[in-house]
T-cell receptor, first 112, second 116 residues
Framework: DAKTTQPPSMDCAEGRAANLPCNHS???????VYWYRQIHSQGPQYIIH???NNETNEMASLIITEDRKSSTLILPHATLRDTAVYYC?????????????FGQGTTLQVKP | KAGVTQTPRYLIKTRGQQVTLSCSPI?????VSWYQQTPGQGLQFLFE???????NKGNFPGRFSGRQFSNSRSEMNVSTLELGDSALYLC???????????????FGEGSRLTVL
């Protein structure tokens, strides 16, 4: 699985959009980009994933560049409850495995 | 639908002892994965079980083992505990749709092990 690079920390004002970047320059054609987050002392929570098209769900949007070497997770209206560590993960194939390689993630602090 | 349940939530052991942690996946999920989380190493994959067979293993010593039962419940065992085994142990379950790319893992709240 390809390696990902994320900034260690970011701040965001409550109510504003939070844009979390991720670099995955060695991503292969069959690898998906997944995002999880972990709120303090809880298990990680799935947010969204994509292959090459932009994706949106009720939690967030995922923007993947055309060359697929980077992506951005967008939380459109951040709240204090979005304060968490966000993990960008690249994963091979159709996802038929429970093995995820977590990096250090980005600690997002949403401030009032 | 009940989530992933892990027991016990907290436990304290001493060096040299062994520990068994339990995980009940979401009903219908056949895959169970285990992760270790420490402040220094972050989240690390331990192993994965699918239909009672281990099909992926992380880079951990043989003191770490696991198994899965026919009802998909899983246990992991750590023998001869060391101080460095103090960690949050997380279990995740997943239901794979054939030909799809869901691959979403559902994590439990974890079992926090302290080794003294």
């Amino acid at each position: 699985d390809a390696k990902t690079t994320q900034p260690p920390s970011m701040d965001c004002a409550e109510g504003r959009a939070a844009n979390l970047p991720c670099n995955h320059s060695t991503i292969s054609g069959n690898e998906y980009v997944y995002w999880y987050r972990q709120i303090h002392s809880q298990g990680p929570q799935y947010i969204i994933h994509g292959l090459k098209n932009n994706e949106t769900n009720e939690m967030a949007s995922l923007i993947i560049t055309e060359d697929r070497k980077s992506s951005t997770l967008i939380l459109p209206h951040a709240t204090l409850r979005d304060t968490a560590v966000y993990y960008c993960i690249v994963r091979a194939g159709s996802g038929n495995t429970g093995k995820l390689i977590f990096g250090q993630g980005t600690t997002l602090q949403v401030k009032p | 639908k009940a989530g992933v349940t892990q027991t016990p939530r907290y436990l304290i052991k001493t060096r040299g002892q062994q520990v068994t942690l339990s995980c009940s996946p979401i009903s219908g999920h056949r895959s169970v994965s285990w992760y270790q989380q420490t402040p220094g190493q972050g989240l690390q994959f331990l192993f994965e079980y699918f239909s009672e067979t281990q099909r992926n293993k992380g880079n951990f010593p043989g003191r770490f083992s696991g198994r899965q039962f026919s009802n998909s419940r899983s246990e992991m065992n750590v023998s001869t505990l060391e101080l460095g085994d103090s960690a949050l142990y997380l279990c995740a379950s997943s239901s794979y749709s054939s030909g799809g790319s869901t691959g979403e893992l559902f994590f439990g709240e974890g079992s926090r092990l302290t080794v003294l």
